[in-house]
């Protein structure tokens, strides 16, 4: 079955008339009438009754004509957006975010890109550092954010974004909320906040180890909005990256002396053909000043 046959049988259907439905699609009637008998013989029987004055669409013809019409609408939308992407006017990105990082690093980046395609459309992919790892390599994802996913690939492209360090969060009721530095030994009574998916929760129970704090005894969540919402009931406290927003209800100080940075890694994978968006995406976060953001 060809589309020009659907688009042939369409226009009959619509006008009722051969001769009609041949100047309308600009082709001659013997051509559209071939068209339209070779149709038929694809479905096995008539789809139109030949009367005078008007064409019938018999009951196959009845039948077919929504399915017809909805499979020549989808092709017709399928070029279109075929016709889009190739001249630049649809967008399309594709890019994989550590549950550690925050989104809203990408939102200055995004709206600079927004003025420059007429449509966006965006597909964020929220995984651990390995299931980041994984979409790059199924295709799935054309960029990836984390600090570190830990693969070792040869196809794999990274580039060092920025470092930072972790702060302390906690509520504003909390005794320590509107401190600028917190020390070691006011923590020994609280209760952390553990984020199962924090590429650096090892390290970071380690240095905490290392300076007498408990963290056997922690609260383990599994997402960043069940650790907004347990700080703001002042249940726990938590330790985030630096540059985790968070809202007005919370408090983050330093910790003095605590030893744990993470460098934030742009990937890609080499050697694969990226859309528009991607490659512009990726170079402004490459050439970006992350610097005015680390010293908030």
Known sequence: ??????????????????????????????????????????????????????????????????????????????????????????????????????LALLIPFLEQIRRQFNRLEFKFLRGTSSEVAAYLKEGV????????????????????????????????????????????????????????????RERLQQALREHGLDTDCEHEISSER????????DIGIGVVPHTSQIPQTLSRARIDGLDARRTVHLYGVAGRERTAVASAIMRMLRGANWQPLLNQ
């Not at 046959?5 to 559209?32: H, K, W």
């Not at 071939?34 to 039948?63: W, Y």
């Not at 070691?184 to 009574?189: G, I, R």
């Not at 069940?226 to 009931?233: C, G, S």
């Open 226 to 233: 069940d650790l907004l919402t347990l700080l703001e009931a």
């Open 141 to 200: 994802a054309e960029l990836g954010i984390a600090a570190e996913i830990g693969e070792d690939w040869e196809r794999l492209d990274v580039w060092p974004l920025f470092t930072e360090g972790f702060h302390v969060v906690v509520s504003r009721q909390h005794r320590l909320a509107g401190r600028d530095a917190i020390k070691f030994d006011e923590l020994h009574s609280e209760q952390f906040l553990s984020r199962s998916y924090c590429e650096h």
């Open 1 to 102: 079955m060809e589309m020009h046959q659907v688009r042939y049988f369409l226009a009959v259907a619509r006008l009722m008339n051969f001769t009609r439905a041949a100047e309308d699609c600009n082709v001659t009637q013997p051509s559209l009438t071939r068209a339209i008998k070779q149709l038929e013989a694809e479905m096995g029987g008539d789809l139109f009754r030949r009367e005078r004055p008007a064409v019938q669409l018999t009951e196959l013809g009845l039948r077919m004509h929504p399915l017809l019409k909805q499979c020549y609408e989808a092709a017709a939308g399928a070029r279109s957006l075929a016709s889009w992407f190739k001249n630049g006017e649809i967008g399309a990105l594709r890019i994989a975010l550590a549950h550690s990082i925050d």
